[in-house]
Every structure is written in C-alpha cells, then in structure tokens.
T-cell receptor
C-alpha cells in the first residue's frame, strides 16, 4: 500500500539559509499535518491543511510557511534557519480533518542546521 | 488545553514478560487515541487507533484500551520480545480541534534477551 512520502530524507543547512521540505500524502487523502520533533522531545504540531486551505496552526515560527498544492502535496518552507530548528520534521496525512480519522506518518526529514 | 502524560518514562523487562504502558489525558472530549512506536532516529509507526466510541483494539500481541471517563488508555504487550524495544507514544486530537495530535513524551521500552 502507498505510504506518505517525504523528501529529502536528510538535509544539512547553515544558519540563516532557507530549506524546503516536501510531503506527498497517501492517494485520496485530503488533509496534511506537519510536526516537528526536536532531539529527545515529543512531536509538536506545526500546521495543517485540508483541501488546499490552511486548517489549523500550532507552534509554527513566523519564519516558516507552508502550503498545499492542487495535487495535495505540501511544502514546508523554512527561512533564516537557526540552530534550534535542527529536528525531525514529520508529515502525516488523513482522509479528513475533523479528528476522527487516523493519521499516517511519513518517514520524516532530518534537518541539521550548522 | 489537552495534556497527555505517559508513565513510566522508561521500562526494562526480561524477554517473555507481559507489560502495560500507561497514557493519561486531561480532556476527555477526544475523538480517538493512537498508539505509535518509534525506533531511535526513525519515523512513527502507528500501532493501534481506538475511536472514542470503542473500549479496546487488538493487533497481534498488542491490546489497547480506552477509558474516556477516567482519561486513561493502556497498551498491553504480551510475551515481550527484544524486537519490541523502542519508544512508545500515545497521542490524541482534542475535541473541537482540526485533528492535530497532542503527543505524550513516550515510554522507552527495553526488552532484555
């Protein structure tokens, strides 16, 4: 069965650079969630999209932006990177956005900021 | 605001033992509760999803229960194996939310051969 695809799997950037993370949801899933997991931490919700519109917003820095495209894939854009942005970034997709649907997680993108 | 707590933070057991991992949440108006497994530096593997209307779910050696009134869920692992060693996280989207998951900090399980 198709799973959530994230690219790249690993990314190394320097401080103040920009990074773009991509997420391809499971086919027919219309909702995408982004989470950030710092070292030794639990995943924290960043932002979500339903039918290409922003659905909810969590603890996402103003330096970050995201969108969902017509083919339902999503991109997380991160600017002016800081050392503290080093983390695992997960994307999850689901069939709906009202909280009753199971979320399926991608393998994550490991971002290292040096 | 939903808070999810997992006890214990770490657990070490000998192979073959049955064990229980605990998860508690403050907002009982949840839609569902998911249990995940995470190996070091890896992604999240969904183990079980219990809808708010259900009391338990089973998958192989895993059984998860949900008691909304007490704000508790448990994950029971039967006949533990060294391959079960991982961090187990529970998570729930709070009622009224758009589905974003609130995670516990996890229980790190080590099963000794």
């Amino acid at each position: 069965a198709a799973g959530v695809i994230q690219s790249p799997r690993h990314l190394i950037k320097e401080k103040r650079e920009t990074a773009t993370l991509k997420c391809y949801p499971i086919p027919r899933h219309d909702t995408v969630y982004w989470y950030q997991q710092g070292p030794g931490q639990d995943p924290q919700f960043l932002i979500s999209f339903y039918e290409k519109m922003q659905s909810d917003k969590g603890s996402i820095p103003d330096r970050f932006s995201a969108q969902q495209f017509s083919d339902y894939h999503s991109e997380l854009n991160m600017s002016s990177l800081e050392l503290g942005d080093s983390a695992l970034y997960f994307c999850a997709s689901s069939l709906g956005h009202d909280g009753t649907y199971e979320q399926y997680f991608g393998p994550g993108t490991r971002l290292t900021v040096t | 605001k939903q808070e999810v707590t997992q006890i214990p933070a770490a657990l070490s057991v000998p192979e073959g033992e049955n064990l229980v991992l605990n998860c508690s949440f403050t907002d009982s108006a949840i839609y569902n509760l998911q249990w995940f497994r995470q190996d070091p530096g890896k992604g999240l593997t969904s183990l079980l999803l219990i809808q708010s209307s259900q009391r338990e779910q089973t998958s192989g050696r895993l059984n998860a229960s949900l008691d909304k009134s007490s704000g508790r869920s448990t994950l029971y692992i039967a006949a533990s194996q060294p391959g079960d060693s991982a961090t187990y996280l529970c998570a729930s989207p709070p009622g009224g939310s758009q589905g974003n998951l609130i995670f516990g900090k996890g229980t790190k399980l080590s099963v000794k051969p």
